[in-house]
């Protein structure tokens, strides 16, 4: 009854600000809910402190909910799945160098560079952190969220290629960093410098073995769904194979999320072309867009509650701007180097980076993994840090990449093909 409590919860508080979003302040979806929900907490939080008995039992509420468990556990495979549906599978295969060395080597630059400088910048403020714990903050902040990215770029206009790139790129990453973070996070527990080849054979089978299994479940997916015609069945099918999969993932220790694109890739391509017809591609497209906006409603409503139970000193706040500074830096230069090295294959100019550092947006997963770390380790430093840059990634980057976009002048029409639908 708890479970249906917490969803009620959240549905209703989703509606009530979806409703106010839409009505008065239209600003895109996952922004307007996460502010407002920001506005309530710290509106909460002052009641709170006067003793106002249902801010309690809201607050009570949110702390019982594992935010790592709902979202990585229960949310991510559909937000994922519905993400990887629509995007153009030929769109991506022309960028797939470029996809595949931001996801990868990118995401590995950027954790290095940002657990140097978070090393160094916490003892100024009397927060003295050992390397490793440095390291895990940097692989749980480096991926760029696709829930947060797949949101807020229907609203800016720019060029299909550029999107597929900071798309493909955010579907993929958040599993090579969960890997990452998952590698880490064992040798902090264990308190050793970790052993290269079991750290090499973890990735191996999370992230190979991950995008293998995803394979076999969309061409499963695929057979199924040509050799009937009834979407009633057919969509029943989609929702099988994200959470049979996802079950399967877990029981095989291989990555749930990016067996899961990679199936959403295939029954998007593949299936859209030829298993589908005419009638269920309609009601698949919009059973899943439906489910993808209740789902991120709920995601960022609670992303913003969760500043009701969050302890943010004014130290951790002034961190937490300067760390800002250090994830924007870090992209920058994890994309820059990468792109640098193709450009005798791709063309990429000044434009192009800073789109793609701008719009490297940090989202509920890196919550979710901070949130995820045991009291042993210094969890509610990186929380709290965490909380700022994910904040300020959505609300501040999620505004002005639009104007961004505009500003440097490639903003497409209104009729141009966008490479996620």
């Known amino acids: 009854m708890e479970l249906y409590n917490t969803f009620a919860v959240l549905l209703v508080v989703a509606a009530l600000f979806g409703y106010v979003n839409h009505r008065f302040l239209r600003l895109p979806s996952t922004i307007g809910l996460m502010i407002l929900a920001l506005l309530s907490s710290l509106v909460a939080i002052g009641l709170g402190r006067l003793g106002v008995p249902w801010v309690v039992t809201v607050s009570q509420l949110v702390q019982r909910i594992d935010f790592h468990t709902v979202l990585m556990q229960v949310m991510l495979s559909f937000l994922l799945f519905a993400g990887a549906l629509h995007v153009d599978v030929r769109t991506l295969g022309q960028e797939r160098l470029p996809v595949a060395i931001l996801a990868s080597v990118g995401t590995l630059v950027s954790t290095v560079l940002?657990?140097?400088?978070?090393?160094?910048?916490?003892?100024?403020?009397?927060?003295?952190?050992?390397?490793?714990?440095?390291?895990?903050?940097?692989?749980?902040?480096?991926?760029?969220?696709?829930?947060?990215?797949?949101?807020?770029l229907k609203?800016?206009?720019?060029?299909?290629?550029l999107e597929i790139k900071i798309v493909g790129e955010s579907l993929f990453n958040d599993g090579i960093a969960v890997v990452v973070f998952v590698s880490l996070f064992q040798i902090a527990q264990a308190g050793t410098s970790g052993d290269l080849n079991t750290i090499g054979m973890l990735f191996l089978r999370e992230a190979v073995g991950g995008m293998a299994l995803g394979a076999m479940l969309g061409y499963a997916g695929f057979w199924a769904l040509r050799s009937i015609d009834h979407y009633q069945v057919e969509v029943l099918i989609t929702l099988a194979l994200v959470t049979g999969g996802t079950a399967l993932a877990t029981a095989l220790h291989t990555s749930g999320p990016l067996a899961i694109v990679v199936a959403g890739l295939i029954v998007g391509d593949k299936g859209r072309r030829h298993g589908m017809s005419d009638l269920t591609r309609e009601y698949l497209d919009k059973f899943w867009e439906l489910l993808d906006e209740v789902l991120n409603a709920m995601l960022f409503v609670l992303i913003g509650l969760e500043m009701l139970v969050l302890n943010i000193s004014r130290t951790v706040l002034l961190v937490g701007a300067l760390a800002v500074l250090v994830v924007l830096l870090a992209r920058a230069i994890s994309v820059g180097v990468p792109l640098g090295l193709l450009r005798r294959r791709y063309h990429f100019d000044r434009s192009t980076l800073r789109i793609l550092t701008w719009g490297g947006l940090r989202g509920g997963i890196s919550v979710a993994l901070a949130l995820s770390l045991t009291p042993a380790m210094p969890r509610d430093l990186l929380v709290g840090i965490t909380y700022v840059v994910v904040v300020f990634s959505i609300v501040v980057q999620g505004l002005t990449i639009g104007p961004l976009v505009k500003r440097l002048g490639l903003s497409t029409t209104a009729d141009s093909s966008p490479a996620s639908h």
């Open 114 to 152: 940002v657990a140097g400088a978070m090393y160094g910048l916490l003892p100024l403020f009397g927060l003295p952190t050992e390397f490793i714990y440095c390291l895990l903050f940097g692989a749980l902040i480096s991926p760029t969220d696709p829930i947060a990215v797949l949101g807020i």
């Open 155 to 161: 609203e800016a206009r720019i060029p299909a290629s």
